[in-house]
């Protein structure tokens, strides 16, 4: 059964993505790219599937945004 935060994370989760695809400025959608795989963390803890969860904040919200703040800062940080 869905509950109150359940759903306010799937909403949340929803407008993040509407954002990340609509920004124009890179570093602004690698930050907004973050905050989702940090919410689909907390979703999958939820789920009860907390190894997921682990690799999900880890790999998805830590390395992947090292990665991709480093790519923004050796080109230009606003799409044309």
Avoid: C
């Amino acid at each position: 059964m869905i509950n109150i935060f359940h759903f306010v994370l799937i909403l949340t989760l929803i407008v993040v993505v509407i954002s990340v695809a609509k920004i124009k400025d890179l570093l602004s959608a690698v930050i907004l790219f973050a905050v989702y795989n940090l919410i689909m963390s907390l979703l999958w803890q939820q789920m009860r599937a907390p190894d997921v969860a682990i690799t999900e904040a880890a790999l998805g919200a830590g390395v992947t945004t090292v990665l991709l703040v480093a790519a923004i800062s050796k080109t230009g940080r606003l799409e044309k």
